[in-house]
């Protein structure tokens, strides 16, 4: 089902509270999630130092202190080389997709303040063409 049958005919009231309930329940909650998943994949893929069988419980828990980049998925003989830039830039992509949707929702919560005084005042639209050659006339 698509959103655009429940949110063209809506009035502008309901329309900012589809904004923000859509934030709050979609959008943030995704970001988490990818966020979440993304950390455990850099922790365990990037920063994790590799370990041995033979390694004793002290030397275990110094490298668990240490943290460093597993030089294993830096270089790959095969495929894909750039695998650490994808884990960086997913976390990258989560605190944007985050930072946008925090955002929108503070636009969406400013807007239903104003009410409908608002509607379609912030929109980036072009003026029509007629408007914009009497402007440029006038600027000249």
């Keep these: 089902m ?4 429940f949110y063209a005919p ?20 995704a970001a988490v999630l990818i966020w979440l998943y993304g950390c455990f994949f850099v922790w365990r893929n990037l920063i994790t130092p ?18 460093r980049w597993n030089v294993e998925t830096l270089f790959l003989l095969n495929g894909f080389n750039a695998w650490f830039l994808f884990k960086v830039l997913l976390i990258a992509f989560t ?12 636009r969406s919560l400013l807007e239903w303040r104003e009410d409908a005084v608002s ?3 912030y929109l980036d639209r072009e003026p029509p063409a007629d408007a914009a050659a009497a402007f440029a006339a006038h600027a000249t």
């Design 119 to 121: 509607a379609g005042r």
């Design 95 to 106: 605190a944007l997709m985050s930072l946008t949707a925090l955002s929108f929702l503070w």
């Design 2 to 5: 698509r959103v655009d049958l």
């Design 10 to 29: 809506a009035r502008f009231t309901r329309k900012k509270w589809i904004d923000k309930l859509g934030c709050v329940f979609f959008m943030i909650p």
């Design 50 to 67: 590799t370990t041995s069988a033979s390694d004793r419980y002290d030397r275990l828990l110094a490298k668990s202190a240490a943290l």
